[in-house]
């Protein structure tokens, strides 16, 4: 079973969209998991799942890096993506990040969570070694987000579609 993390363009960005991609200065803005084919990700509806050939009909992904040599345990990180389905999308949390990173105000970091959050508590909660050092996984936009996978897989290939 082969796992990915992932950042996503929409084909037609939304507002918000839009948004994380001024603000991050990027071009893309959302983030999440692969599994086999399936894809775990945040979205306004909350944590869910679909197949990675129904979120290509939507989105690109420009940035895809194999995580699968780091990964503790298939059954764990399947379960762990399992669990936090349905847990609710953080409209607050996405607001703060864009308008400046003033500090959540609601939830407690894990009751609630924004697409790049999820994908770093994957990695945080899933893998063998620690990725994320120093961050904030409360406030993590999808530009920090991929800068850490990248700076823990340097030499790796990146993936690139669209």
């Not at 959050?117 to 409360?138: G, K, M, N, T, Y």
Request: aromatic share 12%; with cysteine.
């Amino acid at each position: 079973m082969k796992f990915y993390v992932f950042v996503a363009r929409e084909k037609d960005p939304d507002y918000k969209s839009a948004s994380i991609m001024f603000y991050t200065k990027a071009d893309y803005s959302h983030a999440g998991v692969i599994i086999g084919d399936t894809i775990y990700h945040a979205i306004r509806e909350g944590v869910c799942k679909t197949t990675v050939e129904d979120f290509l009909k939507t989105h690109d992904l420009p940035i895809m890096r194999d995580v699968s040599e780091y990964i503790s345990s298939p059954e764990f990180a399947v379960g762990w993506c399992e669990g936090n389905l349905g847990k609710d999308y953080s409209e607050t949390q996405l607001m703060a990040i864009v308008l400046g990173r003033f500090k959540k105000i609601l939830g407690d970091g894990r009751s609630e969570m924004i697409c790049s959050e999820f994908a770093s508590r994957f990695l945080d909660e899933c893998s063998v070694i620690p990725i994320f050092d120093h961050v904030d996984l409360d406030f993590i936009d999808p530009v920090s987000f991929i800068e850490a996978v990248v700076k823990f897989l340097k030499g790796k290939e990146v993936n690139k579609n669209g």
